[in-house]
């Protein structure tokens, strides 16, 4: 939903878009390559590494929405390469680390909750809390947004400052979410989505109902994930997905037939 106002296209999702990578590959190298970190810096570098990742790539995307060539394809086109180039790097690393490095990251590579400990959670909330609520705070201007950046800023919003205000706060939750359980895709696709079908397109209410209903689904997948194959666990990631790809493709076909209906 953020990056989908941001860019002004609802198929915005980051694992679309290659942001989640681009956080995931920042992530794998600070796993495998010979940094450190002691207390609670340990616990915040993780985070960094992946908010200087999806930063990176947010910046290019926000770059090639502006272009006046831009579009929804070229968008997903880019995506579809940087998920590539930085899945092959993220192999390079697999290849380079060693067993320990290389078991951590393949479980954390196919999503997954079990690295989540209370200590990495509280580090965590220091972000997202207010980050969320800076998202939240720009409701109102998203709502107006929503018109057109012409519109918008007749109506007095400086859209150039909301858009890079909301890459920010994007690029924070989307590296906080991929350096605790990795790659977890789709969820960003289908909640807002459904939301905005419920609640209606004021953001007001739908950040807020988003972020519920994200934290609800993710804790019901990651439920399933535990009990389907006990005792054994399946990454929650790959249940995500198994349940998320049909709906993108539901999704595509339902805006092609839109277009030509």
């Known amino acids: 939903m953020r990056d989908a106002g941001a860019v002004s296209h609802p198929l915005a999702d980051p694992g679309l878009l290659g942001i989640s990578s681009g956080a995931a590959l ?31 790539v947010m910046v290019v995307i926000f770059i090639l929405s502006r272009a006046e060539e831009g579009s929804l394809s070229r968008l ?83 859209v150039q400052a909301l858009q890079r205000w909301l890459l920010l706060c994007s690029a924070v939750l989307v590296a906080v979410a991929v350096a605790i359980s990795g790659v977890i895709g789709f969820i960003g696709l289908v909640v807002p989505h459904l939301m905005r079908l419920w609640l209606g397109p004021d953001h007001r209410g739908l950040i807020p109902g ?3 209903a994200g934290a609800i689904l993710l804790l019901l997948a990651d439920t399933l994930a535990r009990t389907v194959a006990a005792p054994a666990e399946i990454p929650v990631g790959l249940l995500t997905s198994l349940l998320g790809a049909p709906w993108f493709l539901w999704l595509v076909f339902r805006r092609e037939n839109s277009r030509h209906g």
């Not at 939240?136 to 012409?150: F, I, K, P």
């Open 210 to 212: 988003s972020l519920l």
């Open 26 to 56: 920042a992530v794998a190298s600070w796993l495998v390559l010979p940094f450190s970190a002691a207390g609670l810096i340990a616990l915040y570098m993780p985070m960094l590494a992946a908010f200087i990742g999806s930063l990176a």
């Open 76 to 158: 997903l086109l880019v995506g579809i390469a940087i998920n590539a180039l930085c899945g092959a790097l993220v192999g390079v690393l697999s290849w380079l680390s060693n067993d320990a490095q290389l078991r951590q990251l393949s479980l954390w590579g196919m999503g997954s909750l079990g690295q989540a400990e209370w200590p990495t959670l509280l580090v965590a909330a220091t972000l997202i809390i207010p980050a969320a609520l800076a998202v939240w705070w720009m409701a109102s201007r998203l709502n107006l947004l929503q018109l057109g950046d012409e519109e918008a800023h007749y109506l007095g919003v400086n």
